[in-house]
């Protein structure tokens, strides 16, 4: 009985996560708290940004996509925003890129797009015996910006917290 409770309780753990939507990539300078607690869900920062990455979510709060191109830390979204959303004084985003086992080059396919398009050169890759160079992210100089996300051809970056240490502002 306490093993069914066990593994009722793992069930419904793991389908909860199964179902759980995706968190959002908030525009820069703003986060999940203060998007709850601020934004009204007006829509003013989806049309003033010019790379056209923020859309309303599902809540009607913005959140990014960077398939279409990156941030490039204008500033429109904030400037138009009216509200106490956004806060220059913290970090542009509370993540880092990171890469999947997707990376081509980590299957023996010669790639280094995502270096090409690093801003702010904080992807490297390391030679290797037999295969192509891998791709590394120097966590303290990424901005989370997105540019080796929109230029991925395997789709294989996404985002992740940023580690305490690196404090890209
Ligand atoms: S800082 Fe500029 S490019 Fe980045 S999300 Fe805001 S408006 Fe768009
Ligand atoms: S652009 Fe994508 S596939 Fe190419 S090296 Fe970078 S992570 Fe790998
Ligand atoms: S998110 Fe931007 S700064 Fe970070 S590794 Fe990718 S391109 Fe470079």
Known sequence: MKQDGIDLGRRGFLIGRRLARPEAIRPPWSRAASVAAACTGCGACVPACPQNII???????????????????????ADACSEPVFDRSIAGFPHVAAIGADCFATRGIVCQSCGDACPESAI????RLGGPALPEIATDRCSGCGACITACPAQAISVSGRPLEAAHV
């Open 124 to 127: 490297r890759f390391r030679p």
């Open 55 to 77: 859309a309303l979510d599902a809540d009607g709060r913005p959140a990014l996509t960077f398939n279409a191109g990156e941030c490039t830390f204008c500033g429109a979204c």
